[in-house]
T-cell receptor, first 112, second 118 residues
Framework: ETGVTQTPRHLVMGMTNKKSLKCEQH?????MYWYKQSAKKPLELMFV???????ENNSVPSRFSPECPNSSHLFLHLHTLQPEDSALYLCASSQDVAREQFFGPGTRLTVL | AQTVTQSQPEMSVQEAETVTLSCTYD???????LFWYKQPPSRQMILVIRQEAYKQQNATENRFSVNFQKAAKSFSLKISDSQLGDAAMYFCAYRSPYGGGATNKLIFGTGTLLAVQP
């Protein structure tokens, strides 16, 4: 379980706050992903980074801003979120975009 | 667009018994990958088993096996000799093999919550 780590594990924020989620992978992978997991809905892919370049933005609102400074780290910057953004945010990585993905434990986000 | 359907929101099995979780999918592609992921409570999602569509042989991993019916677009997971540690949310997922970026994203079902009774 230490291959992909995410911090914080839990986050409560108000709608006017700015916060960031962090993901780090220790597997030497080149691709990283952000997913949103809401109750009773399929996991939704938000962003894909390959070799630190964003290769997909899956129609995600601009209040979510990803950043990939290097192949080991991925951030999700949050600002002016809505209560419906409350969910489990999962990070994943893969050797490249064609290989299987390994998931982190997720950040449980609650927006008040 | 591809879709994945898991019609069983919850399942229950007695310890040491066998349970089958169902998954159907829709695609026009002839080659693709199918996966079952396990997400235990408050723990991270891990890959249980994968199946390449071009392989006729059903994948197996210890107590986990799949029944892959390509024509029917069905991909069920069988867990034999169920253990308490098998209790988790199980997700079926589909992935196209071609290209990069968007075409390689995992498409997930809504999950099946499996309870294991002692």
């Amino acid at each position: 379980e230490t291959g992909v780590t995410q911090t914080p594990r839990h986050l409560v924020m108000g709608m006017t706050n700015k916060k960031s989620l962090k993901c780090e992978q220790h597997l030497g992978h080149n691709a990283m992903y952000w997913y949103k997991q809401s109750a009773k809905k399929p996991l939704e892919l938000m962003f894909v980074y390959s070799l630190e370049e964003r290769v997909e933005n899956n129609s995600v609102p601009s209040r979510f801003s990803p950043e990939c400074p290097n192949s080991s780290h991925l951030f999700l910057h949050l600002h002016t979120l809505q209560p419906e953004d409350s969910a489990l945010y999962l990070c994943a990585s893969s050797q490249d975009v064609a290989r299987e993905q390994f998931f982190g434990p997720g950040t449980r986000l609650t927006v008040l | 667009a591809q879709t994945v359907t898991q019609s069983q929101p919850e399942m229950s099995v007695q310890e040491a018994e066998t349970v089958t979780l169902s998954c159907t999918y829709d695609t026009s592609e002839s080659d693709y990958y199918l996966f079952w992921y396990k997400q235990p409570p408050s723990r991270q999602m891990i890959l249980v088993i994968r199946q390449e569509a071009y392989k006729q042989q059903n994948a197996t991993e210890n107590r986990f096996s799949v029944n892959f019916q390509k024509a029917a677009k069905s991909f069920s997971l069988k867990i034999s000799d169920s253990q308490l540690g098998d209790a988790a949310m199980y997700f079926c997922a589909y992935r196209s093999p071609y290209g990069g970026g968007a075409t390689n994203k995992l498409i997930f079902g809504t999950g099946t919550l499996l309870a294991v009774q002692p």
